[in-house]
């Protein structure tokens, strides 16, 4: 495709379920980001995949959060036991380079999914 | 820590006049910047980037003015038009560190016609 795909676009999910949220970077982009966005919120930082390096883990609220990426490409944020404070936008993005490399972050969001937790 | 925050979450405009939308950061460290414009369902489109290297830089209709003495980012629009209302973030980050970009709270800007 085009751009950054994330799926679903929405979920609704009841209190204590484990999600899956997918994110498809746009395809050869090295670097890959999750961000949590609350409702009229900033967009707080998760996780940060870069090549084969160990990814930046800083921004993983608890540990009921972790993610993967899978062969370089597409990524899983999955949230475990969820709770009413995890509803927000979730939004993957991704970029071509690494800042240093390029000197610019040339990153590209998603449309990011919504979750719900009721 | 790292923190970007914002001096007014809301801005209201008439269409044609000038925008002004300010930001400020705390990380001295901080090196590269970056304004996003994030309509409404959308996810954030980049606008224009600054380094510290520099004081100001323009695009076309928009300009980031940078002063690091006070830590303060700044992004002007010109003759702002309905098609510019949306949420406007500042973003951080530490060239040749993590990499992580953090990203401010946002101000929604309103353009009336």
């Known amino acids: 495709g085009a751009g950054v795909s994330q799926s679903p676009s929405n979920k609704v999910t009841e209190k204590g379920k484990d999600v899956e949220l997918r994110c498809d970077p746009i395809?050869?982009?090295?670097?890959l980001y999750w961000y949590r966005q609350s409702l009229g919120q900033g967009l707080e930082f998760l996780i940060y995949?870069?090549?084969?390096?160990?990814?930046?883990k800083s921004g993983l609220p608890s540990d009921r959060f972790s993610a993967e990426r899978t062969g370089g490409s597409v990524s899983t944020l999955t949230i475990q036991r969820t709770q009413q404070e995890d509803s927000a936008v979730y939004l993957c993005?991704?970029?071509?380079?690494?800042?240093?490399?390029?000197?610019?972050?040339?990153?590209?969001f998603g449309q990011g999914t919504r979750l719900t937790v009721v | 820590g790292e923190s970007v925050g914002l001096h007014l979450p809301t801005l209201s405009v008439q269409e044609g006049d000038n925008s002004i939308i300010n930001c400020a950061y705390s990380?001295?460290?901080?090196?590269?910047f970056i304004w996003y414009k994030q309509e409404s369902g959308k996810g954030p489109q980049f606008i224009i980037d600054?380094?510290?290297?520099?004081d100001k830089r323009q695009g076309q209709r928009v300009t980031v003015l940078l002063n690091k003495t006070v830590k303060h980012l700044s992004l002007q629009i010109a003759a702002t038009q309905p098609g510019d209302s949306a949420v406007y973030f500042c973003?951080?980050?530490?060239?040749?560190?993590?990499?992580?970009?953090?990203f401010g709270k946002g101000t929604k800007l309103t353009v009336n016609p």
């Open positions: 993005a991704s970029s071509p380079h690494f800042l240093t490399r390029t000197g610019r972050w040339r990153a590209f």
């Open positions: 395809s050869g982009h090295t670097a």
């Open positions: 995949f870069q090549g084969n390096s160990a990814p930046d």
């Open positions: 990380n001295s460290a901080s090196d590269y």
């Open positions: 600054i380094r510290s290297n520099m």
């Open positions: 973003a951080e980050t530490v060239q040749g560190g993590s990499e992580k970009l953090v």
